[in-house]
T-cell receptor, first 115, second 114 residues
């Protein structure tokens, strides 16, 4: 019973390509997140959706576009991939009560390598 | 802007011993939450413990406990009776009440020596 799942787990691609990472949660949570973890393990929030609405959009290049078809899914599409996009991308979810100190449940991460 | 600082990039502890990981944060808010997350080599981030800023009592979860010093803006994690399975990256995180933006520290890599 995977709570938060991501596909694919590994992604190796060439510069300039477009790729997507999918995330699904079966916890019934209302809020989902995308984080980027760089090579130094620094974890930074990119986006957050609550009930399919964008609520956090950090300073992220326009090449990154999140899409939430329903509240159980939050996908991340990346256009024109660059070397600096290489990182581990984590999806997470939480119940959705704004800032009530909820636990975030993380997916296993997607390691993206851009060559 | 809120910041979270973990000044120890790496720590080592002997199995069965106790280790403390430090975390300091900077905020002008009075209502917030603090967390410690563990990231083992498998990469899966798991919540270890959480603390509500308005509670003076330090949170505990089995072998894990925190020393929360609100005035000093310090939130350290104590791991007692360390086990090999505790080896991981540990991240301190901060959340202002009423927001969704969790802010993570840079992490501390904990090694447990047999």
């Amino acid at each position: 019973d995977t709570a938060v799942s991501q596909t694919p787990k590994y992604l190796v691609t060439q510069m300039g390509n477009d790729k997507s990472i999918k995330c699904e949660q079966n916890l019934g949570h209302d809020t989902m997140y995308w984080y980027k973890q760089d090579s130094k393990k620094f974890l930074k929030i990119m986006f957050s959706y609550n009930n399919k609405e964008l609520i956090i959009n950090e300073t992220v290049p326009n090449r990154f576009s999140p899409k939430s078809p329903d509240k159980a899914h939050l996908n991340l599409h990346i256009n024109s991939l660059e070397l600096g996009d290489s990182a581990v991308y984590f999806c997470a979810s939480s119940l959705g009560l704004a800032g009530r100190g909820e636990t975030q449940y993380f997916g296993p991460g997607t390691r993206l390598l851009v060559l | 802007a809120q910041t979270v600082t973990q000044s120890q990039p790496e720590m080592s502890v002997q199995e069965a011993e106790t280790v403390t990981l430090s975390c300091t944060y900077d905020t002008s808010e009075s209502d917030y939450y603090l967390f410690w997350y563990k990231q083992p080599p498998s990469r899966q981030m798991i919540l270890v413990i959480r603390q509500e800023a308005y509670k003076q009592q330090n949170a505990t979860e089995n072998r894990f406990s925190v020393n929360f010093q609100k005035a000093a803006k310090s939130f350290s994690l104590k791991i007692s009776d360390s086990q090999l399975g505790d080896a991981a990256m540990y991240f301190c995180a901060f959340l202002t009440s009423g927001t969704y933006k969790y802010i993570f520290g840079t992490g501390t890599r904990l090694k447990v020596l047999a």
